[in-house]
Structure formats: C-alpha cells, structure tokens
C-alpha cells in the first residue's frame, strides 16, 4: 500500500509540473508594465501612509486622555472598603461556582473530577496485562525452536518404521489389485497426491465397483434425457409460484460462516475439553499436540520419497509380468482424453495485451479516472443512535435509520469484503452499493473512508470527470477496459460514481446534454456482470436526487441502497460537541449543547462543521480563556444556510418505499405487525375466558 502511494504521488507531482510547463507565460507590452508598477508602487505608498497616520492618531488620542486624567485620591477607608468589596465579590462567586458543581455531581448530571482518569485497578490490570505479554513472547520463542526440535527427534526416531509401513501398505494394494482385476494398477500421479489418494478414497473392492458404476451410467444416460424433458416444463410452470414465494417478507440465506465455527467446536471438543490443564499453570505449549502435527508433515514428506521408489518397483512389476496388457491400457487411455478437449470457453480480448501495469495505472492518474482518497477514517463519520425508534414503531411510524446504522452497513457491506480476503469469499456478493441522501450528509466522506480503512485504489466515473474524455463506443470500451483491468489487478478497488442519477435519467436536461450524463447507461450491466466473485471490486455510487432517475434501471445498477438521513438529536448533540474540539474550542458550563443541538434539528454536518469554522477563528480562538463560548455565535451563520426541509426528507423517504428492498421492508414491518395483532388477540381471549370463570364461580357461589 505503502510503495503504491508513493507510486501515485510521483505521478501526480510530475503531471502537475508538466502543467506549470505547458503554462504560456503573457508578454506585456512596455506600457503595460509600467501601469503594473506604477499600481503596486501607489499602493505600497499608500498602505505606509496609513501605517504612519494610525500611529499619529493613537498618539494624540493617549496625550488627549493624559490631560484629562486627574489624579484622584481616596482615603485610606475608602480604598479599603473598595478592594474589600472586590476581593468578597471574587471569592463568594469561587465558592458559588464550586457549590453548583458539587451539586451538579451529586445530582449525577455532571461527571466527577476524577472521573477520566484510570482507578487502581484498571492500573493494576495494565501492569498484568504488560508482564502477560512478555510471558507469551517468551513462550512463542520457546514453541518455535520446539517445533524445529520435535520434527527433527520425529523424523530420527520413527521415520524408519514410517517408511517401511508405507510401502507394506502399497505392495499389498498392489498384490491385492491384481488379484481382483488381474492386471497391476496405474500409480496415481504427483499432482492427484500419490499414495494418499489409494487409501483415502479408493481399495480393490472399489474398483470393481466403479468399474461396473460407469457400465451402468453409460446404460441411465439415455433414460434420463427423455425424463429432463418432461422436468423442464414442470419447472416453468412452477417457477412463478416459486417467484411469489421469495418475494414475500425477507429470507435469510445459509451463512458460509458457520463452517468454521463449528469446525473450532470440533477441535475444541476433540483436543481441549477433556484435557487436564491443573498442572500446565503457565501455559507452555503441549509437546504432544506438536508430535502428533509434526508425524503428518514427516509422513508427507516420507511419502514423496515412497512414491518414487514403489513407481520403479511397479514398473519392475509390469515389464516382467504385464507387458501385453499395459500396451493396450494405454491405447484406450489416448481415446478418452481426446473427449475432455471440449468444454474450453473462450476468454474476453484484452485489448491491452502489450502494455505493463504501470502504464496503464500511469494513463488513468493522468486523465484523472484514478484519483488519491482523502486520509480520512470510518471513526470520522460521528452519530448516534436513534434511542425513540422503538417508540416510534410502537405508534405505527417507521423511523429513519441513524447514522451508526449507516455506518454499520458500510462496514457489513464495503470494508469486510474488501478488507479481508477471507470474509469476501464467505459473505454474500455485493458488486455495487448506492448511498443517497441530501448534501452535507456525509456520502463523498464514506466513500474515502472506505478506501482508506481498506487501502483501496479509487476509480473516479463520475459522469462530470469522464466527460470529454475517451469519446465515441471504441473510447468508452478502452476507459471502462482500463479502469476494470487494473481495478482487478490491484485489487481492493472502489469505483467511485458522483450524481450516479445521471447516467439513468428520465429527460436529460438541456444544460447536460454536452455532458453525455447517460454515456454508461447501456455498458452498466455488462460492468456488473464483469465482476467476478473472486474479484474484490465495489462499485459505489453517491446521489442527492434519485427520484430524477428511472426507478427500476436505477435499482437494477445498485444491489444495495443505503439511505443516510440529516442527524437527529442525539446525532447532533455529539456532532457538536466534536466539531467545536476539532476546531480549537473549548467545552465550558456556558456552551449550552442540548439546547444548541435543539435548535439546530435539520442542520446537516457540513452545515455544523461550515458555522463552527466560521466562528472559531484564530482571533476568537485567542479570547476563549476570558471570553468563553456560547451557543448563539453559532446560529448567525446557519440563518445564511439552507436546511433540510421535511419535504425533502420526506420525498427520500417515498422514493426509498418504491424501491424493491423499500418494498421488501415495507411487507416485512406489516407481517410482523400482524403477528403481534395475533399474539395479542390470543391473549386478549385468555383474559376474558378467565373473567368468565371468575364471574360463573361467583354466581354458584
């Protein structure tokens, strides 16, 4: 990641001064050079003027006030009763103060003074967590020189019996071989494993057994086919209904998870559950557990060495007994092969066959489609949980999801896949993502933080950047071959499209229409359906006007959609907080932030971060120890800035219920409303039944 920064920052310091070059210096004319010099010098001359009359004034303005100023004095009473009544007023307003905040503690609105600091124990927990991890250095020292060790004791003490059990094993496969089929066996090849595929898989009762198998299946083949016949027209009538069924509410798929986890139950269940741990108190490693990991590597490596001698001794075999029957075997062997020849595909051409990488990587940094992600991180994008959802869904309103549940669906959705090789070959495929929202929300944000907290390459096709650029279908075929080719090469890669409304328009309007905005509408689904699974490519959009686009293409380019909405309360009340830190200020009793967060309900973060920079400027910065904060320096700049309106929000919120995963949602939310309609019908019935008896036991009574 590391040599592939540098990389790109020599590109772009060289494109940037060939730009400087290419710049044509203007030659003026001498008249014009020396209008240049007479403005700069007037202007010299006047600032100095300025300089020397400001000084002047502040002069006579401090020998205007020296007149004045008469020299008054106090008598000795009076001066003592002034300082008297000063010093009371600044000690009664120091105890006050430490009075409400001991109030303020006790009342648990505000933290204690000691609060941030780490107690006893949590100091004590650091120093044993400090010594542990010398002993665990230690230990692995010690179980790497152990692994060396055993292998070699392993390797002297039973690799001979080792070797000479093995190959007993194999002449008696052989013996027994020829006894049931009458001809000695091929031995298996390097590449198939060699010995191990003998006993793993396969004994001399099998292979009569697959030999009278492929009789069989060569006679069921014809059988079959007047039957897939039959099948496929049952399977388009059922297909429909199969159809209405998967749509119907969500339906988890298998999770690829849940190998591995068992497979460590299993080895936990196996090897540690039993075992006796009371002795072993400093947890050194197990020399048994390492012998018997040790015993497969040597056997492997024993075998190789079988193989190639018990291969000559068969050879030996079949030249002085089955000469005649091993010419014929491989006869029929070369007509088989000639059958698997067929099932070759035919590749896509690459149409930069003859060019490196780099120079690929170089043309896209150059025409700007390969841009440098800003180093910001997944933490930075600050939220809250939505804590009166659940009240909401209680009086039958879906709430808008927070921003850390965006956040999560970034990570879910981009950063495990591309982070980890590992995740993305066992997670569901997600070729490309949508985040829409209104501006200022944090989308172009998300996208970088994506790239940097997976050191991805980022891809700009953006419909503004790529216009102008590779014109006609040939060029388009050459930019999207480029980008997708080094995408895959240099793998994680995020392709980044800005205003991705634009390419699935409804009407182009007239201003746009240079632009060609709809340029990938036709080759989008063939991008899509370029990417392999095995290829951790993401194609990640950003909108702030989906509803102009065509719904159903629009859905069909992006698999998942991601609606990030403006803060709420809680949101803001952090974002604030935050901000005004990052920005130089300083939290005081004075700032009042619940009241600044509730105020500022539609405000987006660019808005708070733009008036939090506006206020806090150096010179404001400078006045914080005498002049703290206060909550209404921050609302004159975001008067001059525009909110997000409900209207708005609520448009989103109708675009987003048109969408098929809105849909989805939308059966989701009502089958479990009826559900607990049912439960509570159920148990409504069981009250009255219960009434009932009471009152029947009353009237016999």
């Known amino acids: 990641m590391k040599d592939r920064e540098n990389i790109l920052a020599q590109i772009l310091s060289q494109s940037w001064a060939q730009v400087e070059q290419e710049k044509s210096i203007k030659l003026l004319t001498l008249e014009e050079a020396i209008q240049i010099i007479q403005i700069s010098e007037?202007?010299?001359?006047?600032?100095?003027?300025?300089?020397?009359?400001?000084?002047?004034?502040?002069?006579?303005?401090?020998?205007?006030?020296?007149?004045?100023?008469?020299?008054?004095?106090?008598?000795?009473?009076?001066?003592?009763?002034?300082?008297?009544?000063?010093?009371r007023g600044y000690v009664q307003r120091k105890i006050t103060k430490k009075e409400r905040a001991e109030e303020m503690i006790f009342l648990e609105m505000a933290p204690p003074p000691n609060f941030q600091k780490p107690s006893s124990a949590q100091l004590q927990a650091q120093k044993i967590a400090l010594q542990r991890n010398v002993v665990q250095e230690v230990h692995e020292v010690e179980y790497q020189e152990a692994l060396v060790t055993i292998k070699k004791q392993v390797q002297a003490v039973e690799g001979p019996d080792i070797q000479e059990t093995l190959q007993e094993q194999i002449r008696q496969w052989f013996i027994e071989c020829r006894n049931t089929t009458g001809k000695f066996p091929d031995y298996p090849d390097v590449e198939k494993g060699g010995s191990t595929t003998i006993f793993a898989s396969k004994t001399p009762q099998e292979v009569l057994q697959e030999l009278a198998a492929q009789e069989e299946k060569k006679k069921t083949k014809k059988e079959k086919k007047g039957k897939n016949e039959k099948k496929k027209k049952k399977k388009k009538k059922k297909g429909k209904a199969d159809k209405e069924e998967e749509e119907d509410g969500w339906k988890i798929a298998q999770s690829h998870f849940l190998p591995t986890v068992a497979e460590g139950q299993n080895t936990y269940e196996v090897i540690w559950q039993n075992r006796d741990e009371l002795m072993n108190f400093s947890q050194k490693h197990v020399a048994e557990l390492i012998k018997e990991e040790k015993r497969k590597e040597v056997e492997e490596e024993i075998r190789v060495q079988v193989d190639e001698l018990m291969r000559q001794e068969l050879k030996n075999l079949k030249l002085t007994v089955d000469r005649d029957k091993s010419t014929k075997k491989k006869g029929k062997k070369g007509g088989k092969k000639k059958k698997g020849k067929k099932g070759k595909k035919k590749k896509g051409k690459d149409l930069t066959v003859n060019r490196t990488i780099d120079s690929l990587y170089e043309e896209l940094v150059r025409e700007g489609l390969l841009i440098r992600p800003r180093n910001v991180r997944l933490s930075d994008f600050?939220?809250?949980?939505?804590?009166?959802?659940?009240?909401?869904?209680?009086?039958?309103?879906?709430?808008?999801?927070?921003?850390?549940?965006?956040?999560?669906?970034?990570?879910?959705?981009?950063?495990?896949?591309?982070?980890?090789?590992?995740?993305?070959?066992?997670?569901?495929?997600?070729?490309?993502?949508?985040?829409?929202?209104?501006?200022?929300?944090?989308?172009?944000?998300?996208?970088?933080?994506?790239?940097?907290?997976?050191?991805?390459?980022?891809?700009?096709?953006?419909?503004?950047?790529?216009?102008?650029?590779?014109?006609?279908?040939?060029?388009?075929?050459?930019?999207?071959?480029?980008?997708?080719?080094?995408?895959?090469?240099?793998?994680?890669?995020?392709?980044?499209?800005?205003?991705?409304?634009?390419?699935?328009?409804?009407?182009?309007?007239?201003?746009?229409?240079?632009?060609?905005?709809?340029?990938?509408?036709?080759?989008?689904?063939?991008?899509?359906?370029?990417?392999?699974?095995?290829?951790?490519?993401?194609?990640?959009?950003?909108?702030?006007?989906?509803?102009?686009?065509?719904?159903?293409?629009?859905?069909?380019?992006?698999?998942?959609?991601?609606?990030?909405?403006?803060?709420?309360?809680?949101?803001?009340?952090?974002?604030?907080?935050?901000?005004?830190?990052?920005?130089?200020?300083?939290?005081?009793?004075?700032?009042?932030?619940?009241?600044?967060?509730?105020?500022?309900?539609?405000?987006?973060?660019?808005?708070?971060?733009?008036?939090?920079?506006?206020?806090?400027?150096?010179?404001?910065?400078?006045?914080?120890?005498?002049?703290?904060?206060?909550?209404?320096?921050?609302?004159?700049?975001?008067?001059?800035?525009?909110?997000?309106?409900?209207?708005?929000?609520?448009?989103?919120?109708?675009?987003?219920?048109?969408?098929?995963?809105?849909?989805?949602?939308?059966?989701?939310?009502?089958?479990?409303?009826?559900?607990?309609?049912?439960?509570?019908?159920?148990?409504?019935?069981?009250?009255?039944?219960?009434?009932?008896?009471?009152?029947?036991?009353?009237?016999?009574?």
């Open 382 to 701: 600050i939220g809250d949980y939505n804590y009166l959802g659940t009240t909401l869904r209680q009086t039958d309103i879906e709430p808008m999801p927070s921003l850390l549940d965006v956040r999560q669906l970034v990570t879910l959705y981009g950063i495990l896949p591309l982070g980890s090789q590992a995740v993305h070959e066992k997670a569901p495929l997600v070729k490309s993502l949508l985040l829409a929202g209104p501006s200022g929300v944090g989308k172009k944000m998300l996208v970088h933080a994506l790239c940097t907290e997976t050191g991805a390459n980022l891809f700009n096709l953006s419909p503004h950047n790529i216009a102008g650029k590779y014109p006609g279908k040939i060029g388009l075929q050459m930019m999207i071959h480029l980008i997708f080719k080094v995408a895959r090469l240099l793998q994680p890669s995020v392709v980044w499209i800005d205003n991705a409304e634009k390419i699935f328009y409804k009407k182009v309007p007239k201003m746009e229409k240079r632009l060609e905005p709809k340029r990938l509408k036709k080759s989008f689904p063939k991008i899509l359906k370029s990417i392999q699974a095995e290829d951790r490519v993401l194609i990640v959009g950003t909108t702030q006007r989906p509803f102009d686009a065509e719904l159903k293409s629009f859905c069909r380019g992006f698999q998942k959609i991601v609606l990030i909405p403006r803060p709420d309360y809680s949101s803001r009340f952090v974002l604030w907080r935050s901000i005004i830190q990052q920005n130089g200020g300083i939290l005081t009793s004075s700032l009042d932030l619940s009241s600044l967060a509730k105020v500022t309900d539609g405000y987006t973060q660019g808005h708070l971060s733009q008036a939090a920079k506006y206020v806090l400027t150096e010179q404001r910065i400078k006045q914080l120890h005498t002049k703290p904060l206060t909550a209404v320096e921050f609302i004159t700049p975001l008067a001059k800035q525009d909110p997000v309106y409900k209207e708005e929000e609520e448009s989103f919120k109708d675009w987003y219920a048109k969408t098929p995963l809105g849909k989805k949602r939308a059966k989701a939310a009502k089958e479990q409303i009826n559900e607990e309609g049912r439960e509570k019908g159920k148990q409504g019935k069981k009250g009255k039944n219960r009434k009932e008896g009471k009152k029947k036991g009353k009237k016999k009574k």
């Open 42 to 87: 007037r202007a010299r001359q006047g600032r100095l003027r300025a300089k020397f009359m400001l000084e002047i004034r502040m002069e006579e303005e401090k020998e205007r006030l020296a007149k004045h100023r008469v020299a008054s004095t106090l008598a000795p009473e009076m001066a003592a009763t002034c300082i008297q009544k000063i010093w």
